[in-house]
């Protein structure tokens, strides 16, 4: 609704900028405008330093809603921003929720990571025939694995060799798929009592040409949503403060003795183990167990995901960002 506003005003604008399919950043807008904004998938961090350099205007990224290091320059701004609230409502949110737990987790990999690869190895080797899953090697890229480079920490690396030996020729189908996008009318929502999001992006703690920051975030897709609106509870693997974003805009995840600590840890790697100690405790309970430590939440989180309220708290949330943007 804010474009509107954006009328008479030398601006280009790009809302959900796309990678190049090499996964390489996209051609950069002609020179000539004022001010450039734009979104982008993944956050597509540090293509905003690339436009304004190419350019020579000034850029206001909208970037992910927690801003924890200071990133802006004197021709980069970047902006707080959410679009969760109209990404969710456009989820298919129809199918019937037919609750019946026979696993203790489930993991959806499409595209293997870093983050993906060590977490389906870790539910494989730990919890084995109590995970329901899906392993898919589309889009494969050397660079999303760091070309197999080994991190130095022993639980994550440990693994990575793991999926390396054991399923780096491997596709699993998950059964029973209804096979529509963006569904959750399947065994990873209605058979499971945890899902593991594998999100589209994990890296939070960065350090590039010997400069520490923290990434804005979290970058959260239809994996979590699926969650929301099945009622299904689950471990996100993704960035840091991922549930507490969540928890900002009004979710709640009591989730009895599992430790979701790791949330607030931004190291990429440290996270990760955190991770894997929580697939550890896993082994602790029944599938019926972890599906009542988290019932009261997953209902919750379903009634606040329909509800006018999380649309509103986004709003609220976008309005500063909103205002600067009319206001230029």
Same mark, same amino acid.
């Given at each position: 609704?804010?474009?509107?506003?954006?009328? *008479?005003?030398?601006?280009?604008?790009?809302?959900?900028?796309?990678?190049? #399919? !090499? &996964?390489?950043?996209?051609?950069?807008?002609?020179?000539?405008?004022?001010?450039?904004?734009?979104?982008?998938?993944?956050?597509?961090?540090?293509?905003?330093?690339?436009?304004?350099?190419?350019?020579?205007?000034?850029?206001?990224?909208?970037?992910?809603?927690?801003?924890?290091?200071?990133?802006?320059?004197?021709?980069?701004?970047?902006?707080?921003?959410?679009? !969760?609230?109209?990404?969710?409502?456009?989820?298919?949110?129809?199918?019937?929720?037919?609750?019946?737990?026979?696993?203790?987790?489930?993991?959806?990999? *499409?595209?293997?990571?870093?983050?993906?690869?060590?977490?389906?190895?870790?539910?494989?080797?730990?919890?084995?025939?109590?995970?329901?899953?899906?392993?898919?090697?589309?889009?494969?890229?050397?660079?999303?694995?760091?070309?197999?480079?080994?991190? &130095?920490?022993?639980?994550?690396?440990?693994?990575?060799?793991?999926?390396? #030996?054991?399923?780096? !020729?491997?596709?699993?189908?998950?059964?029973?798929?209804?096979?529509? #996008?963006?569904?959750?009318?399947?065994?990873?929502?209605?058979?499971?009592?945890?899902?593991?999001?594998?999100?589209?992006?994990?890296?939070?703690?960065?350090?590039? *040409? &010997?400069?520490?920051?923290? #990434?804005? &975030?979290?970058?959260?897709?239809?994996?979590?949503?699926?969650? +929301?609106?099945?009622?299904?509870?689950?471990?996100?693997?993704?960035?840091?403060?991922?549930?507490?974003?969540?928890?900002?805009?009004?979710?709640?995840?009591?989730?009895?003795?599992?430790?979701?600590?790791?949330?607030?840890?931004?190291?990429?790697?440290?996270?990760?183990?955190?991770?894997?100690?929580?697939?550890?405790?896993?082994?602790?309970?029944?599938?019926? !167990?972890?599906?009542?430590?988290?019932?009261?939440?997953?209902?919750?989180?379903?009634?606040?995901?329909?509800?006018?309220?999380?649309?509103?708290?986004?709003?609220?949330?976008? +309005?500063?960002?909103?205002?600067? +943007?009319?206001?230029?």
């Amino acid at each position: 609704p804010w474009i509107a506003g954006l009328k *008479n005003k030398n601006i280009w604008l790009s809302l959900s900028t796309r990678w190049n #399919e !090499d &996964g390489s950043y996209p051609s950069c807008p002609p020179p000539g405008c004022e001010y450039y904004i734009f979104t982008g998938d993944s956050l597509m961090f540090q293509f905003a330093e690339r436009v304004a350099q190419e350019t020579g205007g000034k850029v206001l990224y909208l970037t992910g809603p927690l801003i924890s290091s200071d990133l802006s320059t004197d021709q980069v701004t970047y902006l707080p921003y959410t679009a !969760d609230h109209r990404r969710i409502k456009r989820m298919p949110a129809t199918w019937p929720i037919n609750k019946d737990i026979k696993y203790k987790a489930s993991a959806l990999t *499409n595209r293997i990571s870093q983050s993906k690869v060590i977490v389906f190895s870790a539910l494989k080797t730990l919890l084995g025939d109590d995970v329901v899953y899906s392993l898919n090697h589309a889009h494969a890229k050397l660079k999303d694995v760091h070309h197999w480079e080994m991190t &130095g920490n022993p639980g994550c690396d440990a693994h990575s060799k793991n999926f390396i #030996e054991n399923w780096m !020729d491997k596709n699993i189908r998950l059964e029973n798929d209804d096979g529509v #996008e963006g569904s959750y009318n399947n065994p990873a929502y209605q058979n499971s009592a945890l899902n593991f999001t594998q999100e589209s992006y994990h890296y939070s703690y960065m350090i590039t *040409n &010997g400069k520490h920051y923290i #990434e804005p &975030g979290p970058f959260l897709t239809e994996k979590t949503w699926k969650c +929301l609106l099945s009622r299904t509870a689950f471990i996100a693997v993704g960035q840091y403060q991922s549930y507490a974003w969540l928890k900002q805009m009004g979710f709640d995840f009591d989730y009895g003795p599992l430790d979701l600590g790791f949330d607030q840890d931004p190291g990429n790697i440290t996270r990760l183990e955190k991770i894997i100690k929580v697939i550890e405790s896993l082994q602790n309970y029944t599938a019926q !167990d972890l599906y009542q430590f988290t019932l009261e939440s997953c209902e919750k989180n379903y009634d606040h995901a329909m509800s006018q309220d999380h649309w509103t708290r986004c709003e609220e949330f976008n +309005l500063a960002t909103v205002n600067t +943007l009319i206001n230029l």
